[in-house]
């Protein structure tokens, strides 16, 4: 049983993405201020990288994402819980 878009959301995935983003737009620009480089280059260039990271962050969530899914899913068959209704007589 794989997973289906109703028993998870993208937000974890956009989460991943987002920090991923944003730590790699912060490293750019220490990296630029440690390099020298004047401020309109580190900012073009950290948005730049910024932008990249985001798509890579959103894929590795994802892929992350769809396997802790699998794996919740296969638990559940592997274990149901049982139906503990008393049927009436």
Known sequence: MT???KECSTIPARV??????LLSFVAAIVV????GNS???ILFRSICVMIICWFI????G?????????HI?????QHPIPDDTVPDS
């Not at 994802?62 to 699998?70: F, G």
């Open 3 to 5: 997973p289906t878009s």
């Open 39 to 41: 401020t309109t280059t």
């Open 32 to 35: 630029g201020i440690a390099a």
């Open 16 to 21: 991943i993405a987002t920090c991923f983003a």
């Open 62 to 70: 994802a892929v992350a994402q769809w396997a802790i899914m699998d």
């Open 73 to 77: 899913n296969r638990y559940k068959q």
């Open 57 to 60: 962050g959103r894929l590795v």
